[in-house]
């Protein structure tokens, strides 16, 4: 699926990144769009609906999450920066799921669940995972970097997306804004 777009020229640039974040320098290549954030704009797109097995095998749909707000992550086990995020996102989860939050992880791994299903146990991810394709990829516009995170409003619009690193408070602020929209609280 991804394997492609990692050759040489992605080893230096993976070296590069690694000598940023021990120095401890911010990595952030994030791309933001608001245009479903507060107000209800119409001009928001709708994320796609999709239909995935999960880890214990339940079929997980996009559909059945309309109402709250979702952090869609698209993330592989290898992937340096989704090792960063993935604890963010377990402590979002229990610290906003009463509030009308959910995360939604879906696995890249070439290899599916043989290497999905002892990382999601080893990292105790407390969210539904399932493994990508491409075709969902499609779907979300192509998802050609990893990690790559949509936040999507209670009306199943795409309010923020994050293309790599992005900083913990960023999706916080984020996530509580997208939670504190009076515009759609009527939606859980």
């Not at 590069?16 to 704009?41: D, I, M, R």
């Not at 080893?122 to 969210?127: H, Q, R, S």
């Amino acid at each position: 699926m991804l394997s492609h777009l990692y050759g040489p020229a992605m080893l230096g640039r993976t070296a590069v990144l690694a000598v940023l974040l021990v120095s401890g320098l911010e990595f952030s290549c994030s791309s933001h769009n608001q245009t479903g954030t507060a107000g209800g704009n119409s001009d928001a797109k709708s994320a796609a609906n999709f239909s995935l097995k999960d880890v214990s095998g339940a079929d997980i749909k996009l559909a059945d999450y309309k109402g709250k707000v979702v952090l869609l992550n698209f993330w592989a086990t290898w992937c340096g920066p989704c090792k960063i995020e993935i604890p963010w996102f377990i402590e979002f989860n229990k610290t906003y799921k009463n509030r009308g939050f959910a995360v939604l992880g879906i696995s890249m791994d070439d290899d599916g669940w043989k290497s999905v299903k002892p990382y999601v146990a080893a990292k105790n991810m407390d969210y539904p995972v399932m493994i990508g394709n491409d075709e969902l990829s499609k779907l979300y516009g192509g998802i050609d970097s990893l990690a790559t995170s949509f936040l999507i409003d209670r009306r199943g619009k795409i309010a923020f997306v994050h293309l790599g690193l992005e900083g913990k408070d960023t999706y916080q602020k984020e996530i509580l804004s997208l939670l504190n929209d009076r515009s759609t609280v009527a939606m859980r």
